[in-house]
């Protein structure tokens, strides 16, 4: 039953006036629930009127537009970027897909749970007392680190996700940041990202991801300055230029649909588990193939992210403001494209009170190799 | 309320982030002019009083919803976030104007 049938109509005796004595339709007891923490907010019109704004600066709309913000702005921290062109992007998957498939309308907002549910669902938690501080671990550690079997066994597979994590202090920070420093320096084939996921909130670690995969691949290259191909001088439509000119990125790239597509899928991932993986995998592999294997042929290439996704079963508003700023509590991980040649001579160590875990293709992503879903032909 | 009876729709409930209400008679309304509207002669007369009768004060199908409303409040682990907004000023009533 809807409601417009108690509209005012005219009836075949007379019509229905708005002008008879004024009462309370909906007094505030119970217009209010009176719940713990419920905003309430008075109104200074009358039923009929107290939702009709008369403008952007009417009082009720300037509150109702600043609360939405509060309940929003948990979503994303990053208002916009800016490409080379100048072009503002508020949301930077978008900035992302143009990137790499070319202008795409009419991409709705992703959806965030299931994302960050299965990105839940791929760490490992296996926690050890930390009885180590950072600044104690030595070079001998880290190459200790490299040279175990998991690891190396990892690097050689050539794909996948290595996920290391220990509690605060253990020192993953600095096994990152050695990553970053020596492997650059002995590689100068090797494109270094580094991003931090500071949020446990899908479009924060997907907005850190692209800010710092566009500005750093894409953009400056000053984490790698040694490494030559001149990649460094390029900018954005050159890259693109040059993606569309590789014979696999032409018969093969991502139409618009297909990525419209592959954003919907991931809004409704949530709601089924084996479809979270399916879209995730899409995501590393599509950067995987896009840049890694098509761009990129002869640069190895290797992603390391500090995550925080506030793991906790049970989430409440003050772990998440905890999480929010300690960035790096509980995990790093390491992403890892083609193999790697060099890391014998760097290679580290890993503090004995970091735990860690190598995932092998075939245990982490299910498949060897990404094939865009909708490019049977 | 019904995203939290089936499970199917879990999924939207968790999406909460906020509820603004406007206005809403949790514990009912005045329909005494409302009801003087209704004309047995037009449309489905006992649908049209069902549906006042339960936004009436005191209504029963409002106070097991708002009770609903509350332990469903109480279930949820995350932080959301209730504006209620509610009128201050009086509301005139309809009438009915006898034209000749």
Redo the contacts between chains.
């Keep these: 039953m809807s409601y417009h049938i108690l509209s005012p109509s005219q009836s075949e005796s007379g019509e229905y006036r708005r002008d008879g004595p004024g009462i309370h339709m909906v007094p505030m007891h119970s217009a209010c629930l009176f719940l713990a923490g419920e905003v309430r907010v008075a109104v200074k019109k009358n039923h009929t009127d107290m939702v009709k704004f008369a403008s952007s600066a009417d009082i009720t709309y300037v509150t109702v537009v600043r609360r939405m913000r509060e309940c929003l702005k948990e979503f994303s921290t990053i208002k916009y970027v800016k490409d080379r062109t100048g072009m503002r992007y508020t949301n930077l998957l978008h900035l992302l897909i143009q990137t790499l498939t070319g202008p795409c309308e009419n991409i709705e907002t992703v959806g965030i749970k299931g994302f960050e549910e299965y990105l839940q669902s791929l760490c490992i938690a296996t926690h050890q007392p930390a009885n180590l501080s950072s600044s104690s671990i030595r070079r001998a550690d880290y190459i200790q680190f490299f040279n175990r079997q998991e690891f190396k066994r990892w690097l050689s597979d050539g794909a996948g996700i290595f996920w290391l994590s220990g509690p605060r202090g253990s020192g993953k920070t600095h096994i990152a940041k050695y990553l970053k420093l020596n492997l650059g320096a002995c590689d100068p084939g090797m494109l270094i990202v580094e991003y931090t996921c500071s949020s446990c909130l899908l479009e924060s670690t997907i907005s850190a991801f692209c800010r710092a995969f566009i500005e750093q691949l894409f953009d400056q290259l000053h984490y790698s300055p040694s490494r030559g191909a001149g990649l460094g001088t390029l900018n954005i439509n050159d890259i693109v230029n040059t993606v569309r000119r590789v014979p696999e990125y032409s018969q093969n790239r991502l139409s618009e649909l297909e990525m419209t597509l592959f954003i919907k899928g991931l809004e409704n991932a949530g709601r089924q588990p084996d479809e979270q993986k399916e879209f995730l995998l899409n995501i590393l592999n599509l950067f995987r193939q896009m840049v890694t294997t098509q761009l990129f042929k002869t640069t190895r290439f290797l992603l390391i992210s500090q995550w925080d996704l506030g793991i906790q079963t049970k989430v409440d508003t003050v772990d998440l403001k905890v999480n929010s700023i300690h960035f790096d509590s509980e995990r790093a991980g390491l992403f890892l494209g083609p193999s790697l040649g060099c890391f014998d001579e760097i290679l580290t160590q890993l503090p004995q009170n970091v735990s860690m875990r190598c995932m092998s293709p075939t245990m982490m992503l299910g498949v060897h190799s990404y094939r865009p879903p909708m490019l049977a032909h | 309320m019904e995203a939290n009876r089936n499970p199917?729709y879990q999924?939207l409930l968790?999406?909460i982030?906020?509820l603004?209400?406007?206005?809403?008679?949790?514990?009912?309304?005045?329909i005494a002019?409302?009801k003087a509207?209704l004309?047995p002669d037009?449309?489905p007369w006992d649908?049209?009083m069902n549906?006042?009768n339960q936004l009436t004060?005191g209504s029963e199908f409002l106070t097991n919803q708002?009770e609903e409303?509350?332990h469903l409040?109480v279930n949820i682990?995350?932080?959301v976030?209730?504006?209620?907004?509610?009128?201050?000023?009086?509301?005139?009533?309809?009438?009915?104007?006898?034209?000749t």
């Design positions: 199917i999924w968790d999406s982030r906020g603004f209400l406007f206005g809403t008679p949790h514990l009912g309304l005045q002019e409302l509207m004309d037009q449309g649908q049209k549906l006042l004060e708002k409303m509350l409040w682990e995350r932080a976030t209730v504006v209620s907004f509610y009128e201050t000023e009086k509301t005139p009533t309809i009438r009915k104007v006898i034209t």
